[in-house]
């Protein structure tokens, strides 16, 4: 079995890596030794990201900036990948993100984009990480997905149910080539996801959330164990044994409560500060999506 220890520098490629649970695999990654391609659209952070992990961790970085959402982009990386010199032997698939306005509101080309990321460039780039790594017989394949994908939370959860099933084929596609595919499924994490998809959670408990830090480090502890999906944090290992035994009759009534509570929540927000504030010249009212319980 293939795991992350501590090396002389091999490469780790990480999308999404200016924040959140990508931000947090290029830290832990490279105070494991392993040098960082690091991916997103934000240049300047990944630029600041690749100052820090070489100052503190002496290992090499390269910032390639793309757009997931642009198939040249996605090409790019992949080429990245394939490349023989500097190989990389860890791919995670991080980048991805929900549109937080619920399907009936959100613009379809947005629906498309977020797809683009979350399902197509996960298959481009992990065919090219697994082509390449499948023939040095070692390699780390981790794609991001997310608890969300047992439960109907529209395209987002769709896409994540989708990154789970396919990782589940790919480990089994590259059983014995010494390469090990793992399916992360957070749940409710500390980061910028949720304030960019819109998504409060204001009444989700305290002890549902898990710090982004913990997510990564449970992951990189499972790789090689054998297991293809890892679940972050015993509340949601606990709930990935009950959920997909419930009736789904059962699961759709659950989550149709928690959206009415999640909606009210947001009416409640906004008729505070509509007191506050007063009327504004222009009102853009707040997406009122489905909830989404990831952190990916």
Not at 35 to 56: F, N, Y
Request: with cysteine; charged share 20%.
């Amino acid at each position: 079995m293939t795991s992350v220890e501590h090396s002389s520098h091999p490469m780790a490629l990480v999308t999404g890596a200016s924040s959140g649970i990508g931000k947090q695999f290029a830290e832990q990654l490279a105070a494991k030794g392993h040098g960082l391609v690091l991916v997103a659209r934000d240049r300047e952070r990944l630029e600041a990201l690749a100052i820090h992990l070489g100052t503190h961790y002496g290992v090499p970085t390269e910032v390639l900036s793309a757009d997931l959402t642009q198939r040249a982009d996605i090409e790019r990386v992949a080429r990245r990948i394939r490349q023989d010199e500097a190989p990389v032997t860890v791919l995670v698939n991080n980048a991805g993100y929900g549109l937080g306005s619920g399907f009936l509101r959100s613009e379809i080309e947005d629906e498309e984009d977020a797809l683009t990321v979350m399902v197509r460039a996960v298959m481009v780039l992990s065919q090219a990480a697994a082509q390449r790594m499948a023939d040095r017989g070692a390699g780390v394949i981790i794609n991001v997905s997310s608890v969300a994908g047992f439960l109907p939370y529209g395209s987002y959860g769709a896409a994540k149910a989708w990154v789970t099933r396919f990782s589940e084929g790919l480990a089994l596609d590259l059983h014995g080539t010494g390469v090990h595919v793992q399916a992360l499924l957070p749940g409710l994490t500390h980061t910028e996801f949720h304030a960019r998809s819109g998504e409060k959670f204001g009444g989700a408990p305290e002890w549902m959330w898990l710090p982004a830090e913990k997510v990564v480090r449970e992951s990189l502890a499972a790789v090689g164990s054998g297991e293809v999906t890892c679940v972050p944090g015993l509340p949601y290992k606990a709930a990935m044994l009950v959920l997909p035994r419930l009736p789904r009759r059962v699961v759709l009534a659950l989550v149709q409560r928690a959206n009415e509570r999640d909606r009210a929540a947001r009416a409640a927000r906004r008729a505070v500060t509509t007191r506050a504030e007063g009327p504004p010249q222009e009102h853009l009212e707040e997406p009122a999506g489905d909830s989404l319980p990831s952190g990916a």
